[in-house]
């Protein structure tokens, strides 16, 4: 790594993150797929960058692949350093990081364990969970059983899951199989195992990448479903069969893009802009009870 970029890894694996206490303000961030592009991953995240927040959410493919250790310079660290300076990175591990021991070097779970790859944190009113969507995630699996228990024991007002992986999309990653299933295991799992669970213990939202577009989802249930996969890797529109892959799409944009938090009392807002400022969409929950 180059020595700014080794500062930004070092900067986002430190957990330096000043908590605000409950009840208080917070912004954040979140954005992913950012992956080939560096040139509009720059702009991206210069923009994520001036929002200020307190934390930045990255939904994963960082680079084109992972087990080419000067990817994560050129294409990751070095064109957002500033962002990766100014506040702690929450990331989960996308299909092109390869699976490499890199990414386990690069990033720290907030519990500290350094083979661990699904995370639970609190932020101020915000639990943040973040998953790796590879995994087991089968109804009866270790997985889904720590998930329910993060879930089950929150007291948070606000629950973000944050997975590489959407439960559903309009892209091309939402292909379905002759019984109308997700063709792809990490997608199944997420509609099978991991939204119901969310839906049980009223979570906020499910936020995802994979597929490099913006689309804000309302399944049935109270529980919105976003794919921010837009911070640079090759763009991509809707598939042929999209209303049926996502019937509960609502907004949709093949663009550049980050998404904005703020919680503020008993109400979340986000609002999702392009790189010049654009509004994409905005949409706002209210409080868990």
């Known amino acids: 790594l180059t020595a700014a970029a080794g500062d930004a890894a070092r900067a986002s694996a430190s957990g330096r993150l000043v908590v605000p206490a409950p009840g208080k303000p917070l912004r954040f961030v979140a954005l992913g797929d950012n992956r080939t592009n560096v040139k509009d991953w720059a702009q991206v995240a210069s923009a994520a960058r001036a929002v200020g927040g307190a934390l930045t959410i990255h939904v994963g493919d960082m680079v084109t692949a992972g087990r080419n250790d000067w990817e994560w310079d050129e294409q990751f660290f070095a064109p957002a350093a500033e962002l990766f300076a100014a506040a702690p990175l929450f990331p989960v591990i996308g299909n092109h990081e390869q699976n ?16 661990a790859r699904s995370w639970a944190q609190q932020v101020g009113d ?10 087991d995630w089968s109804a009866d699996s270790a997985n889904a059983r720590w998930l329910e228990a993060q879930l089950a024991g929150a007291k948070a007002k606000f629950i973000f899951l944050v997975n590489h992986y ?25 509609q099978e195992v991991i939204f119901p669970l969310l839906q049980k213990y009223r979570a906020t ?27 640079g890797a090759p763009l991509r529109g809707k598939a042929k069969d999209a209303e049926k ?45």
């Open 166 to 190: 959407p439960a559903w999309t309009s892209g091309g990653h939402g292909g379905l199989d002759a019984e109308g299933k997700p063709k792809e295991l990490a997608t199944r799992q997420g």
């Open 100 to 115: 490499a021991p890199l990414y386990d070097a690069f990033f720290a779970v907030p519990d500290g364990d350094a083979k």
């Open 245 to 289: 892959q996502n019937p509960h799409s609502k907004v949709f944009a093949s663009t550049l893009h980050y998404c904005v938090f703020e919680v503020r009392d008993d109400r979340c807002e986000m609002k999702v802009f392009t790189p010049d400022g654009q509004l994409l969409d905005q949409h706002a929950w209210d409080a868990r009870k």
């Open 205 to 231: 939202a499910l936020i995802a990448g994979h597929d490099h577009l913006y689309e804000r989802s309302e399944p049935p249930g109270g529980v919105s479903h976003i794919i921010t996969g837009g911070a």
């Open 126 to 135: 915000v639990l943040l969970i973040g998953i790796d969507g590879r995994a």
